[in-house]
């Protein structure tokens, strides 16, 4: 009787089994809805949330009042630590505490064993790991863990290899960063594996793939959670819990990076990565689910420069035409984008702005984590381009998907953020940590022979540059740069002020200087005495400020007041711009011009040229120094722009430039006692960007059938 | 059964002598390549290279790995691992991670109390003063015309014509830390020995000259431990983290002696 019963069920254990894998495989490949019963058995782990608030008594330090007319906070949204996978391949230990401290003004070590420090701690800051393989780099190069036995994890264990921790194992570990995108994450368990049934029923691919640990994934998650809301103190210092969305095409490996932030203690038991889907549109919409589960977040896209033209494109993911719904759609979750970080500045490029002097600044133009660096096109990656073609896009009635306010943030991956020209340790850790690695002094000829090898080993061209100081490195990090930050107009600091200042695109970004900028616009904002106290809550009365729309009001010309004041610590401002982009009325072609509005040192803007004259500040290359008593502290005024048509489409943006100093690559040479690289630009000029302020017309009756004419305006 | 136990035992014991009289006369120069290494560095290559290495190849791969192993152990012979600083702060990297990872106990409150005790300096609250403020800018000949305001000004003349300051008017409950991020650094230094309730300046910061009037002021003082619990807790424990690499040191610090060259001068 027994032995039938247990015959039974040894029968029908792998029957079950068997016929549940059956079933599923049906429902994956069959698009016939015959199994959509089974759809309601599945629970989606991404939507599922966590409480990971702590208890903590109250500051000790009152919380200071808010300021209706809101405070200037300087942060970084974009910071990755030894959980990153990249991270941990180049050497990075810092944990999201390190980083935390770091912002708050501790020193923490970098990879090469030197104090990073800084002058002046942040407002607020967000440590933002790849989601991806979060905290699994980790585990394979240990060793002792399950994980790390597997063949595919081979390859990280030679990372501990102590001959691998210099700086010269530069080639090595750049291919182990490239591959790892490409390789490891194609490793699915067989079918009949019940992580494959795991993953169907949680919607977790993850668990289906062999190279993956969720435990050691959630771990990671909740560290990286824990850390930020016990880091966090209201009215303070703010702590974002946030990660990094790492998708891109399939095509052309153009980057779609995204960082995303939460505004709250509570989120999901795991980040949606680029292994439940690359499409940033399905990233969107889990972020709607969230939010109808009461968890708001936003995602801000980064390197657009290096997206191959690809982050700002004129059609959806999937090659089909942008609608209002997507257009409302990626607004509803992408407000802000980040303009400038360490791989380069996105606000535009000589190409696309050829009467824009200052446009050819910090250009990283390769695509990012190519190998070898791969030429990214440069159309569809800058934002004045972007918000241009928003405006093109809105005239054919599809909507506005550019309408997006600005921020900077490092994206380093050491835990700190590197945004000093003259106190630069760049991105990378042990890859560009010293100045020979990242092409600004010459190279040895030990370092040559390594360099050398490795590209040979690897399959790469050799990437060295022959200049008349000697044999330099040119592996692309000549093109990183100390850069930026996010700046939030914020009542008070804490999460839900600057998250909503965030979404309100009150916001500006600066290459790392901590410059300040008011911008507004306005019908009666002429009538403000610039010299009285209330300027700015006048203003805020009278005008909307930046990140916002202005729309017509009986075709009266609009006044624009700007003021700018200089970061403290910095150099002097030298003048103050507003770069406007319109579409043709009839048309949709896109325009843009650039108009000096404020001028250092009493000097005024030429009416013909629009431009500030030279006010002579000079930097000296011998010994980075510069001209003292020239240039403004602030910069103040009321502009009118004078091609103004009340019927058309437009755009206004501040950028503030301070004078002239030495780069990155000027200080590394001047230190080493060598010329600064005779290819590489000596000085720049640090600056600040708004976000823009929209002008919209009346209403139009033009009807616009473009051609096609076949776009669905509706719902996708 | 006794008699079964000691069978096993004398067997075990023949097998353990066998394996040391091999051993012991196993040639130091023997290098020995294990299945399992072979086939991971093969997938090592594969993940690089996109494919699988040739017969041409892996012999290569073996070569080099054979190389690499002779040069290694060569390199230890000669010692050159004792002179390499990068080699030496890996390895002081690697056992400072394992001690520290040994040490991650959640502490006791005595613990806390005793941590809060003796690091009563790291939870000082600073003083805060709440002020007002005649910014005169940079822009517009800022220390005369501060001059004559502080003149006017102490003289109970209120027409100041001063200038808009970009970070407002009054300033509530600013450490001397966050007045010198609003202000710089020379300014805050101003604020050590304020005098409260009267104009006083003007004083010059990175944007201008103000005249500033302290309305009050809290003095520093040290907070109740449970003001402050979870702080400590994160403290004290990154704290064992790091006493527990520097108690280790101590512990073996004795038995090392240093001798450093006193006579040793070294010119600019």
Redesign the interface.
């Given at each position: 009787m027994n032995g039938k019963i247990l015959k039974g069920i040894l029968i029908a254990v792998p029957a079950v089994y068997l016929l549940t894998l059956s079933l599923i495989y049906l429902d994956i490949y069959d698009k016939r809805p015959v199994l959509s019963l089974f759809k309601n058995l599945q629970s989606d782990s991404s939507l599922e949330l966590m409480d990971f608030s702590?208890e903590?008594?109250?500051?000790?330090?009152?919380m200071?009042?808010a300021?209706k007319?809101r405070?200037a906070y300087y942060g970084d949204v974009h910071v990755h630590t030894k959980y990153s996978f990249d991270a941990y391949v180049f050497g990075v230990?810092a944990s999201p505490?390190d980083a935390y401290k770091y912002a708050k003004g501790e020193g923490i070590s970098h990879p090469l064993?030197y104090e990073m420090k800084l002058q002046?701690?942040l407002d607020f800051y967000s440590v933002t790991d790849h989601g991806f393989y979060m905290g699994m780099i980790q585990a394979y190069a240990d060793t002792s863990t399950d994980i790390s036995k597997q063949?595919?994890a081979?390859?990280f264990?030679?990372l501990?290899r102590?001959?691998n921790?210099?700086a010269d194992s530069t080639a090595e570990r750049a291919?182990?960063f490239s591959?790892v995108l490409?390789?490891?994450i194609i490793n699915p368990q067989p079918w009949w594996h019940i992580n494959t049934m795991k993953a169907y029923f949680t919607k977790n691919i993850q668990l289906a793939l062999a190279s993956f640990d969720y435990d050691v994934h959630k771990s990671a998650w909740e560290d990286i959670v824990r850390s930020a809301n016990?880091h966090n103190d209201p009215g303070n210092f703010t702590a974002f819990i946030g990660y990094e969305f790492t998708t891109s095409t399939d095509t052309e490996g153009g980057n779609l990076h995204r960082n995303v932030l939460f505004n709250s203690s509570t989120a999901p038991i795991r980040p949606w990565t680029r292994i439940d889907s690359i499409n940033p549109e399905d990233l969107w919409t889990w972020q709607d689910g969230l939010r109808e589960k009461g968890v708001d977040t936003i995602s801000m896209p980064h390197n657009s420069n290096g997206s191959n033209g690809q982050m700002f494109e004129m059609e959806t993911f999937k090659g089909g035409a942008i609608n209002r719904a997507y257009a409302e759609k990626r607004m509803r979750n992408e407000p802000v984008v980040e303009i400038t970080q360490v791989k380069g500045t996105s606000d535009t490029h000589p190409l696309l702005s050829p009467d824009d002097e200052w446009a050819d600044f910090e250009i990283m133009d390769k695509r990012v984590g190519s190998r070898p660096p791969t030429f990214s096109r440069p159309s569809g990656g800058y934002v004045r381009e972007a918000y241009l073609n928003g405006l093109t896009l809105d005239f054919s009635g599809q909507g506005n998907p550019y309408k997006f306010g600005l921020i900077g943030s490092s994206d380093t991956h050491t835990g700190a953020g590197s945004y000093d020209e003259d106190n630069y340790w760049s991105k990378v850790g042990l890859l560009d940590g010293a100045a020979a690695n990242r092409g600004s002094i010459p190279l040895s000829g030990q370092q040559i022979n390594d360099l050398k090898e490795y590209s040979a080993e690897?399959?790469q061209p050799i990437s060295t540059i022959d200049m008349n100081q000697g044999t330099y490195s040119n592996t692309g990090f000549t093109q990183w740069g100390a850069s930026g930050l996010a700046v939030a107009w914020a009542e008070e600091n804490t999460r839900d002020s600057i998250f909503e200042a965030f979404k309100r695109k009150e916001t500006f970004a600066t290459t790392g200087t901590r410059i300040?900028v008011?911008f507004f616009a306005g019908y009666d904002l002429a009538s403000i005495d610039?010299?009285?106290?209330?300027?700015?809550s006048e203003a805020y009365e009278k005008g909307v400020t930046m990140g916002a729309d202005l729309l017509n009001d009986d075709n009266q010309a609009p006044d624009f007041l700007v003021?700018a004041?200089?970061d403290?610590?910095g150099a002097a401002l030298q003048r103050v711009q507003i770069i406007k982009g319109w579409i043709d009325i009839d048309s949709g072609t896109p325009n843009e011009k650039v108009y000096d509005v404020a001028c250092s040192d009493g000097l005024s803007v030429d009416p013909i040229t629009y431009r500030c004259p030279d006010n002579g500040a000079k930097v000296s290359i011998a010994d980075c120094s510069i001209t003292q008593g020239v240039g403004?502290?602030?910069?103040k005024t009321v502009w009118n722009d004078p091609d103004f048509d009340p019927s058309i489409k437009s755009f206004y943006y501040v950028r503030v430039l301070e004078n002239p100093t030495c780069r990155w690559s000027s200080w590394d040479a001047v230190r080493a006692g060598v010329t600064p690289r005779e290819d590489l630009h000596e000085t720049l000029q640090e600056r600040a960007w708004s976000s823009p302020i929209w002008y919209v017309p009346a209403a139009s009756d033009i009807v616009v059938i473009p051609l096609g004419g076949t776009i669905s305006l509706g719902d996708s | 059964m006794k008699s079964k136990i000691t069978v096993f035992f004398i067997i075990g014991l023949l097998i353990y002598l066998i394996d040391i009289g091999f051993n012991s006369d196993q040639n130091t120069k023997d290098i020995f390549i294990s299945d399992q290494e072979i086939?991971?560095?093969i997938?090592?290559w594969k993940?690089?290279?996109?494919r699988n290495p040739t017969d041409d190849e892996i012999s290569r791969i073996i070569s080099n790995l054979v190389e690499e192993e002779i040069l290694y152990r060569e390199a230890l012979l000669l010692g050159l691992?004792r002179e390499d600083r990068?080699?030496k702060?890996?390895?002081a990297?690697?056992i400072t991670?394992l001690k520290q990872e040994s040490m991650a106990d959640i502490p006791s409150n005595k613990d806390l109390t005793d941590f809060y005790t003796s690091n009563k300096e790291k939870?000082y609250?600073q003083p805060t003063y709440t002020f007002k403020h005649y910014f005169f800018?940079?822009?517009n000949n800022s220390e005369e015309r501060s001059n004559i305001a502080f003149k006017k000004v102490i003289n109970n003349n209120q027409a100041i014509?001063?200038?808009?300051?970009?970070?407002?008017?009054s300033f509530?409950?600013n450490n001397l830390?966050e007045i010198s991020?609003n202000?710089?650094r020379q300014f805050a230094l101003n604020f050590n020995q304020v005098k409260l309730n009267q104009w006083v300046g003007p004083y010059k910061?990175?944007?201008?000259h103000h005249i500033v009037f302290v309305i009050y002021s809290k003095s520093g003082y040290y907070?109740e431990i449970?003001?402050?619990?979870?702080q400590v807790e994160?403290d004290l424990i990154?704290f064992n983290k790091e006493a527990a690499v520097s108690n280790y040191i101590d512990q073996i610090k004795s038995e090392y002696k240093v001798i450093i060259n006193p006579n040793l001068k070294f010119d600019e």
């Open positions: 702590l903590k008594p109250a500051a000790a330090k009152a200071p009042l300021n007319d405070n230990t505490d064993g002046e701690p063949d595919f081979k390859p264990h030679n501990n102590p001959e921790l210099t291919n182990i591959s490409a390789q490891t016990e690897f399959n300040a008011r610039l010299s009285s106290d209330t300027l700015v003021w004041q200089k403290k610590n403004a502290s602030e910069l | 086939t991971s560095l997938s090592a993940s690089q290279v996109g691992d990068i080699i702060r890996r390895l990297q690697k991670f939870y609250i800018s940079a822009e014509k001063s200038d808009p300051f970009f970070l407002g008017k509530s409950d830390d991020g202000f710089g910061s990175s944007f201008g907070p449970a003001q402050v619990l979870k994160v990154s």
